[in-house]
């Protein structure tokens, strides 16, 4: 399946605008990675925020995969897309930090918190840990990195369903 996604990505890749990469490529990689269950769902665009010590902070990613079936509960990854190249006016990487952070408070700092910006071709994947922060080397859509990337997603579906059940096994000890 995530061949056809690169040819059409080929194909379009230059035509198209931000709304129909995000339509026709970026979008259905979550799905097809079946981010969604029981508790879990794929959100976008949905602002969150926290107050930390005196001070709203807040994040309003592209995506996130949360717990919560309606609205987004607990946030477990972030997805931030700049789709042909990052606008002078903007920082992707510093958007996605901004909701890794507010989404690290959200889980109690009790799990890593995994975020993505996509900008043009590259797929650059992020994790925080405490204070710990780090980013992959970007991996290219248009190359047989397309293949590492959807790795990538399963693997992070397997992580943050090890969190949810984690989660879950701790709230039940504290009841």
């Known amino acids: 399946m995530p061949r056809v996604f690169q040819e059409n990505l080929r194909e379009n890749a230059l035509g198209w605008n931000e709304k129909e990469i995000s339509m026709h490529f970026i979008g259905p990689a979550p799905t097809l990675a079946h981010f969604t269950g029981a508790n879990v769902n794929i959100f976008a665009g949905r602002e969150f925020g926290r107050e930390v010590e005196g001070e ?30 990052i606008d002078p006016n903007g920082d992707p990487y510093g958007q996605c930090l901004s909701a890794v952070l507010v989404a690290q408070e959200l889980n109690a700092h009790l799990f890593p918190i995994y975020g993505l910006v996509i900008v043009g071709q590259q797929w650059d994947f992020m994790v925080l840990e405490g204070k710990q922060y780090a980013v992959s080397t970007g991996y290219i859509a248009l190359n047989d990195d397309l293949l590492e990337i959807f790795g990538m997603l399963q693997m992070l579906k397997a992580s943050i369903s090890a969190m949810m059940a984690e989660a879950i096994f701790l709230a039940r000890q504290i009841h």
């Open 56 to 85: 709203f902070i807040h994040g309003k990613p592209d995506g996130m995969v949360a717990t919560g079936r309606k609205d987004p509960k607990i946030p477990f990854f972030c997805l931030q897309e700049y789709k042909k190249n």
